[in-house]
């Protein structure tokens, strides 16, 4: 019988600010954390992501490659980035040339078991919990569902 090739959570190869809080267990590599910043547990962020200044990350979020969140954002409970959108008919497979960057603005807030894709998101947008954000968001407002539409501006 094989035996597996087992990994541990780990943090390494992160760049901290000042004042940041991880609780463990978070699987945090090569990726870069402003000051101020909480990470919750359970949470996975991927090397090449940034993640802005006094911004919250709650538990059981998954952060990819190529995602770039703004200053004191708010990200619910299970948010999931998506940054391959299989343009070759199935994963990348790791191959980075296939997968697409995320822009999250300043003061954007993200609701829990919100799916984000390859988007821009402007500052101060609100993205609805259980939302699909498919489309760039240009214009403040509070967006939900599935796909996530316009529900007010703000």
């Excluded at 802005?52 to 190529?66: E, K, M, N, P, Y």
Aim: overall charge neutral.
């Amino acid at each position: 019988m094989a035996e597996p090739n087992l990994k541990n959570v780990a943090i390494r190869n992160v760049t901290f600010g000042e004042g940041v809080t991880v609780v463990q267990p978070a699987n945090l590599y090569g990726c870069e954390i402003g000051d101020g910043a909480f990470i919750g547990p359970f949470t996975e962020i991927q090397s090449g992501a940034k993640i802005g200044a006094r911004t919250r990350v709650q538990s059981h979020a998954f952060i990819c490659d190529l995602v770039t969140i703004g200053d004191d954002c708010f990200i619910g409970h299970g948010v999931m980035f998506v940054n391959d959108l299989f343009q070759t008919g199935g994963p990348a497979r790791g191959d980075r040339k296939h997968y697409r960057e995320t822009h999250i603005g300043n003061n954007v807030s993200l609701g829990s078991n919100a799916t984000i894709l390859p988007v821009s998101i402007c500052d101060g947008a609100v993205i609805g919990a259980g939302a699909l954000v498919t489309k760039d968001i240009t214009v403040k407002g509070i967006y939900a569902g599935n796909p996530a539409k316009l529900i007010r501006p703000l």
